[in-house]
């Protein structure tokens, strides 16, 4: 039985069936990538924002997603759906994973940040930093699956 599961996998694999999806980094996302970390980062669907960039690991097994955004909104209930990210969860301390890789709009450093890391259904995870200003909010999200 080993075996034949062992030659399953390794005949989808030389036939390329174990194609996991891609790898993308940009400023100018389009609106098929900008869905994809609408809906895993838990963003409130009427919020309007300005992307800044994203970066999307999809090539192995478990996906990771960066994204970087301007909106004028301030408040945690109107950037994010309340369902899964409570607001009182983003008053604390932010950790961003942060690759040496990271392209130039990636800087969270560069900001006194708030915000926390939240533990989210299926074995993902959102860590969300948050700038506030008078003209609203700069927002540093990385998200993965472990």
Same mark, same amino acid.
């Given at each position: 039985?080993?075996?034949?599961?062992?030659?399953?996998?390794?005949?989808m694999?030389?036939?390329?069936c174990?194609?996991?999806?891609e790898d993308?980094?940009?400023?100018?996302?389009s609106?098929?990538?900008?869905d994809y970390?609408?809906?895993?980062m838990?963003?409130?669907?009427?919020?309007?924002?300005?992307p800044? $960039?994203i970066?999307?690991?999809?090539? #192995?097994?478990?996906?990771?997603a960066? %994204?970087?955004f301007?909106?004028e909104? /301030?408040? *945690?209930?109107a950037?994010?759906?309340?369902t899964?990210?409570f607001?009182d969860s983003l008053?604390?301390?932010v950790?961003?994973?942060?690759?040496?890789?990271?392209?130039?709009?990636w800087?969270?450093?560069?900001?006194?940040?708030i915000? $926390?890391?939240?533990?989210?259904?299926n #074995?993902?995870?959102?860590?969300?930093? %948050?700038?506030?200003?008078?003209?609203? /909010?700069? *927002?540093?999200?990385f998200w993965?699956e472990?």
């Amino acid at each position: 039985m080993k075996a034949a599961v062992y030659a399953s996998v390794l005949l989808m694999a030389a036939a390329g069936c174990l194609d996991f999806g891609e790898d993308v980094e940009t400023d100018n996302p389009s609106q098929q990538q900008l869905d994809y970390c609408e809906a895993v980062m838990h963003l409130n669907s009427q919020m309007v924002y300005t992307p800044v $960039g994203i970066k999307l690991i999809g090539s #192995g097994i478990d996906d990771a997603a960066w %994204m970087c955004f301007f909106t004028e909104e /301030t408040q *945690v209930s109107a950037i994010f759906d309340t369902t899964f990210i409570f607001p009182d969860s983003l008053l604390g301390d932010v950790f961003l994973y942060s690759p040496e890789d990271m392209p130039e709009w990636w800087n969270p450093s560069e900001y006194k940040l708030i915000g $926390g890391r939240i533990a989210l259904p299926n #074995g993902c995870f959102i860590n969300v930093g %948050m700038n506030r200003t008078c003209e609203g /909010t700069s *927002v540093f999200i990385f998200w993965n699956e472990i």
